[in-house]
């Protein structure tokens, strides 16, 4: 079965400080990686996609990391702000039956002074 | 360019009633999904639609269905609405229904509470 396990559930840390956000998966077979970043009450937005080939991409203070080997992801965010408080949510794209997507639950982040 | 918009933004309805949600994609995004968000389960995948045609669809009972316009924008109905449905529907647009490298525009989604 096809899973998308995300730890911690949820983190609190001080403005400045840097954290890292894991995610593990089975999804199979591999496609891609996604981190998506949801505010409360709006839309997921997207933060950095990942193939197979890929294993580390960065979007300013956002750093992913894949090992495709072990199947683990991590996110990590450096110098925090306030504004990241936020939910972060690893996606799973697998190529079989039509790219379907697969959700981890999320990790909920407060930045806090 | 505008944003991935949905109507209404809030909803009440009671059991047994129905409901329809609405999507209008990013201006030349063809692929509307649609997806499901409650505290405990986190993101389900409800449907894809590409081109006015439904090309996946995940694990949800047959009250849940959806359709897309020749203008790309779609519509997300449920019926004998239940408790359990009360949720955030997302809808995201994509330009094409592939590669998987293409990332998804969500938008702010419409949330539903069923009384």
């Known amino acids: 079965k096809n899973q998308v396990e995300q730890s911690p559930q949820s983190l609190i840390i001080l403005e400045g400080k840097n954290c890292t956000l894991q995610c593990n998966y089975t999804v199979s077979p591999f496609s891609n990686l996604r981190w998506y970043k949801q505010d409360t009450g709006r839309g997921p937005v997207s933060l950095t996609i990942?193939?197979?080939?890929?294993n580390t991409k960065s979007n300013g203070r956002y750093t992913a990391t894949l090992d495709a080997d072990t199947k683990q992801s991590s996110l990590h965010i450096t110098a925090s702000q306030l504004s990241d408080s936020a939910s972060y949510i690893c996606?799973?794209?697998?190529?079989?039956?039509?790219?379907?997507?697969?959700f981890g639950t999320g990790t909920q982040l407060k930045v806090e002074l | 360019k505008a944003g991935v918009t949905q109507t209404p933004r809030y909803l009440i309805k009671t059991r047994g009633q129905q409901v329809t949600l609405s999507c209008s994609p990013i201006?030349?995004?063809?692929?509307v999904s649609w997806y499901q968000q409650t505290p405990g389960q986190g993101l389900q995948f409800l449907f894809e639609?590409?081109?006015?045609?439904?090309?996946n669809k995940g694990n949800f009972p047959g009250r849940f269905s959806g359709r897309q316009f020749s203008n790309s924008r779609s519509e997300m109905n449920v019926s004998t609405l239940e408790l359990g449905d009360s949720a955030l529907y997302l809808c995201?647009?994509?330009?094409?229904?592939?590669?998987?490298?293409?990332?998804?525009?969500f938008g702010p989604g419409t949330r539903l509470l069923v009384l």
């Open positions: 990942m193939t197979f080939s890929e």
């Open positions: 996606v799973v794209t697998n190529t079989g039956g039509g790219n379907k997507l697969t």
């Open positions: 639609y590409f081109s006015e045609t439904q090309r």
């Open positions: 201006s030349g995004h063809r692929s």
């Open positions: 995201a647009s994509s330009p094409t229904t592939g590669p998987p490298q293409e990332t998804q525009y």
